[in-house]
């Protein structure tokens, strides 16, 4: 009977400790969004000006199918907490600014193919384009970790990469004051 207290009280902590080690970093990720140097942009302008995806039937999507708005790249999954808490705030600004602004949340393939964004997409309704990342784009702008968010300006030209995430309402900001800033 000790044996088995002593179990379940190790147990127990362990899952406290890692409970509290993700809530910690998830609570650092959605107050961190970094952006990348500006330097570092010069280095990507060519990953965004070539960059390819698949929509989710297959199908090749460019940039330039988006020319004239303001695009959000947002790499995610769904497993990816402070991903899936910005969309709401994202699908916002897809009513706010239809004409000005397109989300792309493009799944990165890390443990998920287009058949599980397909699920994802089709069980929330939000009006974005949904892609993937089959030609590793994410890992061409320097990606190792999600959130990541790539701004892409109407002319087409790299404005802004963030690594994490604000928050809803941090995201919504951001991106908001940037539609606003060209419209």
């Not at 769904?78 to 991903?83: A, K, L, Q």
């Amino acid at each position: 009977m000790k044996l088995s207290n002593c179990l379940t009280f190790l147990i127990a902590a362990l899952l406290m400790f890692f409970a509290g080690c993700s809530q910690e970093s998830d609570q650092q990720q959605r107050t961190t969004g970094q952006q990348i140097p500006s330097q570092n942009l010069e280095d990507h302008a060519a990953t965004i000006q070539n960059a390819e995806f698949t929509d989710l039937d297959g199908n090749p999507v460019d940039l330039s199918d988006f020319h004239g708005k303001l695009v959000l790249i947002d790499f995610w999954e769904s497993w990816c907490g402070p991903c899936l808490q910005v969309f709401p705030a994202m699908q916002d600004l897809r009513e706010e600014f239809p004409d000005e602004f397109e989300m792309l949340a493009v799944t990165v393939g890390l443990t998920e193919g287009p058949e599980e964004a397909r699920a994802f997409a089709e069980e929330h309704g939000y009006d974005f384009t949904w892609l993937y990342d089959q030609n590793g784009v994410f890992e061409q702008l320097g990606g190792t970790g999600i959130p990541f968010k790539v701004y892409v300006d109407p002319d087409g030209e790299l404005l802004e990469i963030e690594m994490g995430s604000r928050g809803r309402q941090g995201d919504y900001n951001s991106a908001k004051s940037k539609i606003e800033n060209f419209f």
